[in-house]
């Protein structure tokens, strides 16, 4: 993950990646994951070029962002943690997981320690409430995180 | 719909436009509708309400707020009625134990993140939120208060959900806390106006309307202010100022606006006499209930502190001004009027109409002039916008107005817009016009600015032919040349309809190699592929519809490129049905009007010359007095006639030519050579800076009367005030007319159209009667044509064949050369209107404060010319000062600005140079050359000056 700043160049990427995705029936969701991923985020300058490039207005491409969280206005951390509340996860425990975690990270929700290391989310139902309490760490999912929340804290900010 | 005062229905969801009709059984009461109708727009049919709160008939029904469940018989669950189309034999109940328990669950749900300042809401009276909680029987909400978007303040701390009122705008406010979210105002921005200037952000509880992107506001959003939002909310969240700051309104009356051709109608909703706001009207049917900013909001014009209510008079133009009474000033102008006749003869005076008067007004201008004056010295500002138009369609098809109604757009597959802007001079059609292309219809722009129609959101121009300006001619006739050399011409419709001998002239003119459009390229500055895709794309791609401005009329062959608009629409056989047509887009309010009421020096009230025996004849016979069979002076003519010495005195209604007519500095001299200059206005315009007489005018607000709008509809207006300066401007002209012995006595405008009705056989059966039950007619209407008629030459045109007419392109002889090395167009913004007389006295200055100077970036480098820097601006008329704004909207080589504002003075660069046949001048093509400044030019500061003294007023004498 890389975080550009420069004004230019984030238009510049963000161009790119909406031309490769010219001729879908609906790109904008795909162009602002591959936006997301480039950058670690989706800076306005992202979000005006991209109304520009597909012909939309600047409220069409703001209401579609904001409704996902997971797309980010503000650059991340390196890594995401993102630790699940959903009934099956609570019920094996994972309130007492989040508060662990918030607190050995001294973060808040969608908050980013000092380090820029690792943010902290939270998500509802990863799917894997089999192995309730679950937890994310980018892309792997991680199950059983009562069990093993000090490594996996420790891989997050490593 | 906030329409609690003439209850203007809401049937829920729009109308289908079905022909098969579905018959279903709804609350026991059978119901035929057409087929694709909702449930809930049946069962309005059919006067029984169904409670809602996200639907409402001006957009798609949106099935969110989950109020207007209803049971149906044979299905399960309780669908939405807006979303649930009828079907036959369907048996729908709308008033169950269990539909009035959801609803009233929905309904605490709302109420539970809703403030409950009912009584000081100013919405309170006009609140859906408020008639649905009583529809329901909400009496109590049993949730405890919790996390909320309204409470300021929550356990001693700030809430963080709490957004404040956004103020920006300067029409209306948002005020976040009193949203439901139902979204009526996101899909009214969409769906009816087209900008998408709004949307949802985020989800869930934390949904919230918001205009452009999170860090902007209403103002600095993509929001073009038409009002269409504050239109659909059905709460306070989106309100007037004006609401918030008067209170209800008490009545409303039905008028017409008073800005561009569009004519749109409106509810003037009043307290007393007090104006508290504009509302478009839905049955009006220019709008269909949509407005834009200058007709919805922009009308503080009329009771603003500039307007002068008492008359004035003065020896000479270097004196102040001394108000007078009604009775002196009037019997001074008479006097000087009928002194200047006996010294320097009968045609030594003359008059200007108003476009933006009444037609009955218009009528007795012209009236006054022809009878009490003796002379046909009588013109109106169409000479200086859409004469061309009138001769180019008279030649052509036999009438000088367009052929359709708005509501022919719907079935348009294929638009050309020609040297217009609609979404700045006609939002109104502009949002019409939208809604069709986002249905797929097909655009051609044949403009050299990139106006935003070429790409704006959900809009792009399958092409647009950025000409170089003066080139109009060139690229119609290689529109032709590709046509008919690629065999696209529409024979049956030719030779049955047209002049076939006429078509085989023009076709073989059209079909020179010199025409081509590879031979005209490097003068018109348009590819040959492109302009040949474009022409192949009009000819074959189904209803092709012609909308133009003018950006094709005030070039010096302005006629001949109106005469190859019709050309083509004959050759594509696009005329004669809906969706297809040439359609001028006037640029005032009544344009057309002013043209049909024989304000021209040649013509008598519906088209016919002067020097006809038969028509004179209807005339005299009812005013009892010979009419001069002479036509008379145009205004050039009238102010080329003063400086000579021989027309000495001016009735101008309504009209600045001193700002809108082209060569300032021509007019200035003219104006100032003449010894009795008669201004009749609301304010001391800047042609009243040589004026004699000041005769203060009536607002469209303080008087009745009709306007006649592009698709030559004839609206009404009608008085909701009394006028301020204590006559309605026809009783102004009647005492002007009476002083001078004319012994006219109207009591009502409506006498007036009866006297047109009776003269002119195109308004034969029109009067006010007609109008009260129909709403509107568009002319000719008589007893061919009773009801009036919507689109022209359904059965041939009206001059018998449409005649074909070879148009060469000659260029004008305004060229560039290395002094002068760029063209000057000139054109329109949103927020203000012609010479902003009115619109400058608005709050819609914050979009527009002053004319900007509009250049390429390369011409701007060139120059050394930066973004906001002052220039100046010279041709070989004269010059000016503005600020640039670099811009690739325009070509490199050709610079733009606007004309609203008076201390630019942008006519003074413009040349003389006219139309060929109808003087109209060449506004939109004068070379120039822009270099770095300093500020304003001598001119500018010596015309300040002139102003400023020239509007001294004395008090009235005790």
Request: glycine share 8%; net charge negative.
């Amino acid at each position: 993950m890389q975080t550009a700043t420069d004004a230019s160049a984030i238009r510049a990427r963000t161009l790119e990646i909406a031309t490769a995705h010219d001729g879908l029936e609906a790109p904008l969701l795909p162009t602002l994951h591959g936006v997301q991923n480039a950058l670690g985020h989706i800076p306005e300058e992202a979000l005006l070029t991209l109304a520009e490039h597909f012909n939309l207005s600047r409220a069409e491409v703001h209401g579609v962002m904001s409704f996902y969280h997971d797309f980010k206005t503000k650059p991340g951390g390196r890594k995401v943690l993102k630790i699940c509340r959903a009934e099956a996860c609570q019920a094996m425990g994972a309130d007492a997981v989040a508060a662990a975690a918030k607190d050995k990270l001294g973060v808040d929700w969608h908050e980013t320690t000092p380090n820029g290391a690792v943010t902290l989310e939270p998500v509802y139902c990863l799917g894997l409430c089999a192995c309730a309490p679950a937890a994310m760490l980018d892309d792997k999912v991680h199950g059983r995180v009562n069990e093993q929340l000090d490594t996996l804290l420790a891989e997050a900010q490593s | 719909m906030k329409d609690f005062i003439i209850p203007d229905p809401d049937f829920g969801t729009p109308a289908s436009k079905s022909t098969n009709t579905v018959t279903l059984i709804i609350d026991g009461q059978q119901v035929s509708v057409p087929e694709g109708t909702s449930v809930m727009r049946a069962s309005a049919e059919a006067g029984i309400k169904i409670p809602k709160l996200c639907a409402t008939d001006m957009v798609d029904a949106f099935g969110s707020c989950r109020l207007c469940l209803v049971e149906i018989e044979g299905r399960r669950g309780t669908p939405a009625s807006c979303t649930t189309p009828v079907a036959e034999g369907m048996v729908v109940h709308s008033q169950t134990p269990k539909l009035h328990k959801l609803r009233k669950g929905v309904m605490e749900l709302y109420i539970s993140d809703h403030p409950l300042d009912c009584l000081t809401c100013a919405a309170n009276g006009d609140c859906e939120l408020q008639d649905m909680a009583g529809v329901v029987g909400l009496r109590d909400v049993r949730y405890e208060p919790g996390e909320n978007h309204f409470e300021t303040r929550q356990n001693g701390e700030a809430n963080p959900a709490y957004q404040p009122k956004d103020e920006t705008n300067p029409y209306f406010t948002y005020d976040p806390s009193k949203c439901i979210v139902c979204s009526r105002c996101v899909r009214a921005c969409e769906e009816v106006q087209g900008t998408f200037a709004l949307t949802i952000e985020g989800r869930g509880f934390d949904s919230r309307v918001s205009p452009g992107m999170g860090s902007d506001d209403f103002l600095g959003s993509e929001c073009v202010s038409c009002g269409a939002c504050v239109q659909a909310c059905p709460t306070a969240t989106l309100q007037e100022k004006s609401i918030i700051e008067v209170g209800q309104p008490d009545h409303s009356v039905v008028t017409t606006c008073a800005y561009c051709g569009v004519g749109c109608s409106f509810k003037a909703e009043m307290r007393g006499e007090e104006l508290v706001r504009m509302v478009p009207y839905k049955q009006g049917k220019a709008n269909r209930g949509h407005s834009c900013v200058k007709g919805r909001f922009a009308y503080g014009y009329t009771s603003h502190k500039d307007r002068i209510l008492n008359p004035m008079i003065r020896d000479s133009i270097e004196d102040p001004w001394q108000e007078v009474s009604w009775d002196e000033a009037i019997s001074f102008a008479a006097t000087k009027l009928r002194d200047l006749q006996s010294k320097h003869g009968v045609r030594s005076i003359g008059g200007i109409t108003s476009s933006r008067c009444t037609n009955e007004e218009t009528f007795l201008v012209q009236k006054l002039i022809r009878q009490v004056f003796g002379n046909n010295n009588t013109d109106t500002c169409a000479r200086v916008c859409h004469s061309p138009t009138g001769y180019g369609l008279k030649t052509t098809f036999g009438t000088s107005a367009g052929t359709q109604d708005f509501d022919s757009v719907e079935d348009t597959d294929v638009v050309i817009v020609m040297g217009a802007n609609p979404t700045d001079g006609h939002p109104v059609f502009a949002s019409r016009l939208k809604k069709r292309l986002r249905q797929g219809a097909k655009l051609i722009v044949i403009d050299p600015r990139r106006i935003d129609l070429v790409r704006t959101p959900h809009i792009q121009a399958a092409h647009h032919l950025a000409l170089t300006p003066g080139t109009n001619v060139a690229v119609m006739t290689a529109l032709a040349h590709t046509i008919v050399t690629e065999g696209l011409c529409d024979e049956d419709f030719i030779r049955t309809q047209c002049d076939w001998e006429e078509f085989q002239d023009w076709a073989e003119f059209v079909s020179r190699p010199e025409n081509s459009p590879e031979s005209t390229a490097l003068l018109t500055g348009v590819p040959a592929e492109e302009l040949r895709s474009a022409a192949r794309l009009f000819a074959t791609g189904g209803n092709g519809a012609i909308y133009y401005g003018l950006g094709v009329t005030e070039h010096s062959q302005g006629s001949t490129t109106v005469i190859s608009i019709a050309n083509l629409a004959m050759a594509t056989g696009n005329i004669g049905r809906r969706g297809v047509g040439v359609n001028p887009l006037r640029g005032q309010n009544n344009v057309q009007g002013a043209c049909d009421m024989g304000s021209f020096p040649h013509e008598l009230p519906g088209y016919r010359h002067v020097s006809d025996d038969a028509t004179r004849e209807v005339f005299e016979k009812i005013w009892g007095t010979k009419i001069d069979d002479e036509p008379g002076l145009r205004i050039p003519n009238m102010l080329d006639a003063a400086v000579e010495g021989t027309f000495k005195g001016l009735y101008c209604q309504g009209e600045d030519i001193l700002q809108s007519d082209p060569n300032t500095k021509h007019v200035a001299a003219g104006l100032k050579a003449m010894e009795c200059v008669i201004v009749h206005d609301l304010f001391l315009n800047e042609t009243a800076n040589y004026a004699h007489v000041f005769l203060p005018g009536s607002s469209f607000l303080e008087k009745d009367g009709t306007f006649t709008n592009a698709e030559r509809r004839i609206n009404r207006v009608r008085k909701v005030m009394a006028p301020k300066n204590g006559y309605a401007d026809w009783q102004v002209t009647q005492l002007l007319a009476n002083a001078m012995d004319a012994g006219w006595n109207y009591t009502h405008p409506s006498q007036v159209m009866d006297e047109i009705a009776a003269t002119t056989p195109s308004f034969a059966n029109v009067n006010y009667d007609a109008l009260e039950e129909k709403g509107s007619i568009q002319w000719p209407c008589n007893d061919a044509a009773p009801e009036g008629t919507p689109i022209m030459h359904t059965n041939g045109f009206v001059r018998g064949k449409g005649q074909f007419v070879v148009t060469e392109y000659i260029a004008t002889d305004e060229k560039t050369g290395p002094r002068y090395p760029l063209l000057l167009t000139t054109g329109r913004i949103l927020s203000q209107y012609n010479v902003g007389a009115q619109t400058r006295r608005t709050e819609n200055v914050v979009w527009h404060d002053q004319d900007d100077l509009e250049i390429h970036p390369f011409d701007a480098e060139n120059r050394g010319i930066q973004d906001g820097s002052w220039v100046r601006l010279a041709s070989r008329s004269g010059e000016t000062a503005l600020r640039a704004k670099v811009t690739d909207r325009v070509s490199p080589g050709v610079v733009y600005t606007t004309f609203h504002h008076p201390d630019t003075q942008a006519n003074v660069i413009t040349t003389d140079y006219s139309d060929w046949a109808t003087n109209c001048p060449e506004y939109k093509v004068t070379a120039v050359q822009v270099s770095p400044s300093n500020g304003p030019t001598d001119w500018q500061e010596d015309y300040a000056a002139r102003a400023k003294a020239s509007r001294r007023i004395l008090p009235a004498a005790e």
